[in-house]
């Protein structure tokens, strides 16, 4: 299969001719125009940031989703979002949630670490443009009241789909809560959305995620734009 290489202009080559995990182009920039573009056609950046100097694009034909009506919440985890020391929010300190998805449990110095700086600059300026969302997680001092961020996730907003990013956790669970919650904020907006998780773990397959065909994936991406 092959694997294209891009130039400065912005384009990007049919994916699904490309590798089985998704791989169908290297190259180009990281810029908000080149990533909105991309994440309207479900396709998204990942490398390796020490061992490649321009980005890699994957698009899986088979997209790993979370519908939000699907969202599995378990009994400890219905008892933690009953517990008050556990407080969500939306969009308070995005940079704070997009270094902590990077760095937490030394994440950044581990090989093939993917989310360094240059990832972490491009997704801020899509923040400031209002197209990238985080969502926090924080735990209140009893004692006297303060909060700790303590979970949280990231990720861009395109059509009718949250393009999930990276999550984080310093605490059990504290990133169930924040992909729970967002998945109930986004059942409220739109009858038809979903999360893209990008790649099938065990973790977000036990919270009800699901394979679809990348036809039916941009078929709910465009649902908005129709």
């Not at 670490?113 to 997704?123: N, R, V």
Request: glycine letters at 8%; proline letters at 5%; one cysteine or more.
């Amino acid at each position: 299969m092959p694997v294209y290489q891009l130039d400065e202009g912005l384009w990007f080559p049919k994916p699904e001719f490309g590798e089985p995990d998704g791989l169908f182009a290297v190259g180009g920039d990281l810029s908000p125009e080149r990533l909105l573009f991309a994440y309207s056609l479900g396709i998204f950046p990942w490398f390796s940031f020490r061992d490649s100097d321009e980005p890699w694009w994957y698009c899986p034909q088979e997209r790993f989703v979370i519908f939000p009506e699907e969202i599995h919440i378990s009994h400890s985890m219905k008892q933690m979002m009953r517990n008050a020391r556990y407080d969500v929010t939306f969009n308070q300190c995005f940079e704070e949630v997009i270094r902590n998805c990077s760095e937490v449990d030394s994440r950044d110095e581990l090989p093939g670490a993917w989310l360094g700086q240059e990832m972490i600059k491009a997704y801020t300026e899509l923040y400031r443009r209002e197209r990238a969302m985080s969502v926090e997680v924080w735990e209140t001092n009893i004692s006297d009241g303060s909060r700790t961020l303590v979970g949280g996730l990231y990720g861009v907003l395109s059509g009718s789909v949250f393009c999930g990013e990276s999550m984080f956790s310093k605490t059990p669970s504290a990133s169930k809560l924040a992909l729970i919650t967002l998945a109930q904020r986004l059942q409220r907006i739109s009858q038809k959305t979903l999360i893209d998780c990008q790649f099938e773990t065990p973790h977000l397959r036990s919270m009800g995620g699901r394979h679809i065909s990348y036809a039916e994936y941009m078929d709910i991406m465009n649902t908005n734009n129709t």
